[in-house]
């Protein structure tokens, strides 16, 4: 099995490329210190194993895996053992190991990952769950780092030249796309393009003007071809 | 009283290659300093998650090196940083020492 090994330590990445060398069917092909590096390197290879770190800054395993298409087989490899349960959520994850770990146990997790036949899993159900709960994420592209925002908490995206501004009720997003981009990913039942600059989340609404509409502080021009659909979803009395 | 750092983990996955051991010595050496560094250095601001998260990284090292009760107190740290709360400081800068104090001897 070709494998990578993802941990943002170094010490780990050694003693996990020295345990996976016990092993005859392991081949690792790559190390990488963050989960944006492996990203990359998986838009270009396939492999069959990852061991992944869960506590990396910025980026957590979990986030990782959420990242790719079609995960491959993960063992997570953690100093806490918190995460069992989160890490059943996912179909791709066969074992999870705490640090230290030992070689016993590393044999063991490599039996269940060659044991795992992900063609005959009953994944239909379990992904039909992940689907459910990352689809409430959308992930931007900010100074090359995967930025995960949590999409019911946008309640304003701006066009500004060549960027959007994402606002959400936590903080501020500055990100290099487009209007039209976004709008494609955004759900139509909450997210309305009231003008051609403005995209708003339509629950967040305080109140409405003739041509315009106040979210949170933000006043938002509506534009008048746009204020027919606007008018349409609210449950006017 | 104090545990002492041993070698007894490494000895135990190198299976007697002394390469290896020499090898991820050498990096122990070399990244802790540093991930304690940073860890003082965020604790001194009171940037307690980030501090925690320093913590979680170090107790992999302080279980390597076999100190088990040290590795409980690191744990109780990271989860009292979380809350703000650095009630354990002292205990954590004694095996962050006292780590340092070994690696010198190796």
Redesign the interface.
Known sequence: MNCIIID?????R??IS??CS?IPSLNVVAEFPNAIQAIKYLNQNSVDLIFLDI?M?DFTGFDFIQTLSNPPKTILTT??SNFAIEAFEYDCIVDYLV??I??PRFEKAIQKAEKTDFGNTNSSSNSDKKLASSGNDLYVNIDRRLIKIDIPSIYLVEAKGDYILIKTEDKNHTVHSTLKKIEEKLPTNLFLKVHRSFIINIKKIVDIEDNSVLIKKDVIPVSRSNRPELMKRLNLL | MIEKPNLSYIHSLSGGDKTFEKKLITILKTEFPVEKKLYEKNIKSNNFIESAENVHKLKHKISILGLIKSYEIASEFENNLKESNISLKDDFDDIMQNITNYLNTL
Do not use: R
Request: cysteine-free; aromatic content about 0%.
């Open positions: 943002d330590e170094l010490t780990a050694e003693i020295h345990l016990q506590h800054p100093s806490d640090k230290p030992l070689l």
